[in-house]
């Protein structure tokens, strides 16, 4: 994983200086964010869950 | 490039962990860490200054971007702060440990001119990358069938199931690259296992099913109570089955399978023979099986 994580932290940084685009935006972080509270809802309430419907 | 100074808030698990990498960075000067546990500071190398208070950490007028890794519930707060100072921040996954939180962090960068950006490990993972690759390349044609696996030391379950859940910690860098291969996912349907190895109403396993907006479907399944007796560090997979082949990964205990097979465009068998022996001019593009270092 370090090997991972420098490749990610070198491509940060070059981000910062202007060098590099970041490869996931905003919106992409919050979209699979919401997925995984909707599987943690259908966990908790033993059901199907519709993306974007979930009350967590 | 001149070094970038930044500093780590937030110095557990993995914020020790980039305070390792970004301290041999040549494009780093790690100026500090914060941490509001003072017991934080023996991760902190000499040299690099400790903060318990984010105050003073941001008041330094040299800091140009800080590493976020801190507790998800707490990200908001933080970054809100980070950006109001004027630094780039690099927040690690996931973006907040609500959709409430998300939107208003992502609402507080919209009216910075500092970058934030947000920490998916597995977008650097040359393994994930070369399956992302080869579907954008059409390799395999239309994704029909995803599968991600993703199970990790018992370890970290004890630390993090009080505090967070397993979706959400550890399933999310599969959930990014799913959608990122397969599209929008719309329908989720999720089983957990509780058998109280990480306390009493405490979840050990999800596997749960998803629907893609484009009609795939898939499969995903994580558990955080791999026993260290196992010696396995890891056990990840990732497979998409498309409509002109596969791509699969697989990678446990360190070693790595990887394998890409393109399909002949054979239409399966006519007859009583198998597909495989109709089938002879499939080939594997690809099969490698080596250790990681």
Redesign the interface.
């Known amino acids: 994983?370090?090997g991972?994580?420098?490749?990610?932290?070198?491509?940060?940084?070059?981000?910062?200086?202007g060098?590099r685009d970041?490869?996931?935006s905003?919106?992409?972080?919050?979209?699979?964010?919401?997925?995984?509270?909707?599987?943690?809802e259908?966990?908790?309430r033993?059901?199907?869950?519709?993306?974007?419907s979930?009350h967590? | 490039m001149e070094p970038v100074r930044c500093a780590v808030i937030g110095v557990g698990m993995m914020g020790a962990s980039h305070v390792g990498v970004l301290n041999g960075l040549t494009s780093a000067n790690l100026i500090g860490c914060c941490d509001v546990d003072s017991k934080s500071r023996s991760r902190v190398p000499e040299g690099v200054r400790f903060y318990e208070n984010l105050e003073d950490l941001v008041a330094r007028p040299e800091l140009e971007a800080v590493f976020v890794c801190t507790p998800q519930d707490v990200h908001l707060p933080v970054i809100n702060r980070c950006l109001q100072a004027g630094v780039a921040v690099f927040c690690e996954k996931p973006l907040a440990h609500d959709l409430a939180s998300a939107d208003r962090i992502i609402a507080a960068a919209a009216q910075s001119d500092s970058l934030l950006v947000v920490g998916h490990t597995m977008r650097f993972d040359p393994n994930y990358l070369e399956i992302v690759a080869a579907v954008a390349a059409g390799e395999i044609g239309e994704p029909v069938y995803l599968t991600a696996r993703r199970n990790v030391p018992a370890f970290e379950g004890h630390m993090l199931a009080r505090r967070t859940n397993l979706p959400v910690e550890v399933g999310i860098h599969d959930i990014d690259i799913l959608r990122w291969i397969g599209g929008d996912i719309t329908r989720v349907y999720a089983e957990p296992a509780r058998t109280a190895s990480l306390g009493e109403g405490a979840v050990d396993a999800v596997i749960g099913t998803l629907r893609f907006a484009s009609g795939a479907v898939g499969i995903v399944e994580f558990n955080w109570v791999m026993k260290s007796e196992t010696g396995l560090a890891g056990d990840y997979r990732l497979s998409v089955f498309g409509t002109e082949g596969a791509a699969y990964l697989e990678m446990r205990d360190l070693r790595r399978r990887y394998s890409r097979k393109r399909g002949c465009g054979c239409r399966g068998p006519a007859d009583k023979q198998t597909s495989t022996e109709r089938c002879r001019g499939s080939s594997p593009m690809r099969t490698a099986t080596s250790s990681l270092r």
């Open positions: 994983m370090s991972i994580l420098a490749n990610e932290d070198r491509h940060f940084l070059a981000t910062v200086r060098l970041w490869p996931i905003l919106e992409d972080s919050r979209a699979a964010l919401e997925v995984a509270l909707a599987l943690e259908s966990a908790a033993g059901e199907p869950v519709a993306v974007g979930s967590i």
